[in-house]
């Protein structure tokens, strides 16, 4: 009888914040066929963007951010954290931090349209891609509102589709808050997205 060898696909080391960009061309099959290694995947256009885990930081503002979206929804939508997949086109898997959606859009494992809200909270190594082709993809996909925060100090900008781009409409400073009334109305001070 023979000895039978395991071969194991090489084990891929991302740092906590660290984005490594692969060009490919790539498209949804590859991702799907992509092994679980703990790494958040975006496809952007083709290119594949293989993501470590976000800061502390992050992700209390995002926590944070999305219990007072849940709070204030209305109920024919719901708020989706990330990793969950809008998938575009035959190339394109973006996971924004959260998603605001009908309850009747998403499938059981993607939303295949652009939601009504995306909010991407910046990293060192992901704001380049928040504010240039993501932001670029969920335009003219038809996404209505794109939100920005910078969780340094932390901001938030909001930006609002007007003919197929994003322009911004909205900057709201740490202490300053701001009273949202699309896609539903809530109330957000950004500092506060620390302390919840």
């Known amino acids: 009888m023979g000895v039978m060898t395991v071969v194991r696909p090489p084990t891929l080391t991302i740092e906590p914040g660290d984005v490594l960009v692969r060009p490919g061309p ?3 099959e590859d991702l799907d066929a992509l092994p679980e290694n703990g790494c958040r995947h975006e496809l952007l256009n083709g290119v594949l963007l293989i993501m470590g885990a976000p800061a502390t930081r992050h992700q209390l503002i995002v926590g944070s951010l999305y219990a007072l979206l849940r709070a204030a929804r209305t ?7 990330s990793p969950f997949d809008v998938r575009i086109g035959v190339d394109t898997c973006l996971q924004p931090d959260l998603v605001v959606t009908r309850r009747s859009d998403p499938a059981e494992d993607a939303l295949y349209i652009a939601p009504l809200l995306a909010v991407e909270v910046h990293s ?4 380049a891609f928040d504010l240039g082709p993501k932001m670029e993809i969920l335009a003219a996909a038809g996404c209505p509102s794109y939100w920005t925060i910078d969780p340094r ?3 938030l900008t909001v930006w609002s589709l007007h003919e197929g781009r994003y322009v911004e409409t909205v900057r709201v400073a740490a202490q300053e808050t701001w009273t949202a009334t699309e896609p539903f109305a809530v109330a957000i001070t950004p500092v506060e997205l620390l302390d919840l």
Request: negative net charge; proline residues 12%.
């Open 75 to 81: 109920d024919d939508l719901q708020v989706v954290l």
């Open 26 to 28: 790539y498209t949804l």
């Open 124 to 127: 060192p190594s992901t704001r």
């Open 153 to 155: 100090e932390p901001t």
